[in-house]
């Protein structure tokens, strides 16, 4: 079992920065291939950016691609989302998610693949 807790999210002005982090708690961190979703008001929650169980894979949707950057540390049990040039649409609560991964290089960009979630951090991005 895997215990995932977010932070640094806040409110920020339209093409400024924010870097989300998610702390797992529980063992064998880097057994779990990681991703980030979002839900803004009103929307399904959406697939933002994956990385795989070693990290050397990531993928990121487009609407985020050449601003958005996911990686982990698996020495200190974290996944991050550096997201740069934000918008007014980047706005809605960003969740981690966990998996355990089949292979060392693999990706999920479904939520149904995730099997543990956080409790999400609110990123407001003012225009």
């Known amino acids: 079992q895997v215990q995932l807790v977010e932070s640094g999210g806040g409110l920020v002005q339209a093409g400024g920065s924010l870097r989300l982090s998610c702390a797992a708690s529980?063992?064998?961190?880097?057994?779990?291939?990681m991703g980030w979703f979002r839900q803004a008001p009103g929307k399904e929650r959406e697939f933002v950016a994956a990385v795989s169980r070693d990290g050397a894979n990531t993928y990121v949707t487009n609407s985020v691609k050449g601003r958005f950057i996911i990686s982990r540390d698996n020495t200190k049990n974290t996944v991050y989302l550096q997201m740069n040039s934000l918008k007014p649409e980047d706005t809605a609560v960003y969740s981690c998610?966990?998996?355990?991964?089949?292979?060392?290089?693999?990706?999920?960009?479904?939520?149904?693949?995730?099997?543990?979630w956080g409790q999400g951090t609110q990123v407001t991005v003012s225009s």
């Open positions: 529980g063992q064998s961190f880097s057994r779990y291939a």
């Open positions: 998610a966990a998996r355990s991964g089949i292979t060392s290089g693999g990706l999920y960009n479904r939520r149904d693949d995730y099997r543990h």
